[in-house]
């Protein structure tokens, strides 16, 4: 019987994500080949898949797809539960698949998206195998399909954990790059201020009341200094408010109009925006398994 080192625990553990306990046990069974262990883990977490997803899945990639005219494309957020498998080819080329399907069939909503075939099955049933083999919870959060009015422009930031797509009118493609490359670092809210949600104006308005009240100033004042508050802050949030990341002396509109050029509608995703991330705490789990173990 080979020996079962920590350090192979740990490089199974690293493969296929699967607690530490269930690695040793994997690797016990396969004698030490790791690449058996790694297929009856493979094996075991499939009938997982149910438990799998009940955990929480912030982590994953924001996917894009436009069509060679730029007329149709897709964005889309993917989720699974660590970075690591965010990363991995099989996670990646799902994410694709998905894009290019919502592209092709033009679902409604996630729930119909799921109900479609990729090669045959379903992309539910396709989700469930995935979720077998990496060990991990995958989920499809959202998605926009766009048919532009004018021409789609994408960018990908940081390891794709934030995506933007951009519907511009007019101008060239290079501008449409520069735009989507803005949102990506400024993160608008919407595009002009009469989009901007009432809940969020509320907001805002109510905090510069209450910080425009301590300066005992006359009630008409009072309401000026809470109004030229809001409008700074509705240009602040809004992309054609925004001064334009390459050249701060231009706002957005600003340079729509040297261009004469609009943007007909955009979508920003962000990984996990809005979701509890999963915290680890390895050390924690070392000592439950170590518990576990001595019992």
């Known amino acids: 019987m ?128 995935l979720v077998g083999k990496i060990g991990e919870n995958v989920s499809l959060r959202r998605f926009v399909r766009f048919e532009a009015e004018g021409h789609l422009s994408h960018y990908i930031h940081g390891g794709a954990k934030i995506g933007v797509m951009v519907d511009l009118v007019g101008a060239d493609e290079a501008l449409g790059k520069d735009l989507a490359m803005h949102i990506a670092a400024s993160k608008p809210v919407s595009l002009s201020k009469d989009q901007v949600p009432a809940a969020l104006i509320q907001k805002e308005r109510d905090i510069a009341t209450a910080k425009a009240a301590e300066s005992g100033k006359p009630a008409d004042i009072v309401a000026k200094m809470v109004e030229g508050t809001v409008q700074k802050y509705l240009k602040e949030v809004t992309l054609l408010g925004q001064p334009f990341v390459k050249n701060d002396k231009l706002t957005i509109e600003q340079l729509l109009q040297q261009n004469k050029a609009r943007v007909s509608a955009f979508t920003l995703y962000i990984v996990g925006e809005g979701m509890d991330k999963k915290k680890d705490d390895f050390a924690a789990e070392v000592m439950a398994a170590v518990s576990a173990a001595n019992k």
């Open 2 to 129: 080979a020996e079962i080192t920590a350090s192979m625990v740990k490089q199974l553990r690293e493969k296929t994500d699967a607690p530490m306990m269930e690695c040793k046990k994997a690797l016990t069974e396969a004698d030490g080949q790791m690449e058996k262990a790694e297929e009856i883990l493979r094996v075991k977490l499939g009938n997982k898949a149910t438990k799998a997803a009940s955990r929480v899945a912030a982590e994953g990639v924001v996917a894009t797809y436009i069509r060679e005219d730029r007329k149709l494309g897709v964005i889309l957020e993917l989720n699974c539960e660590t970075d690591f498998v965010a990363k991995s080819e099989d996670f990646l080329h799902f994410s694709h698949a998905l894009c290019r399907l919502v592209g092709e069939q033009k679902p409604a909503d996630v729930q119909a998206l799921s109900a479609l075939s990729i090669n045959g099955v379903s992309v539910e049933e396709t989700r469930k195998a």
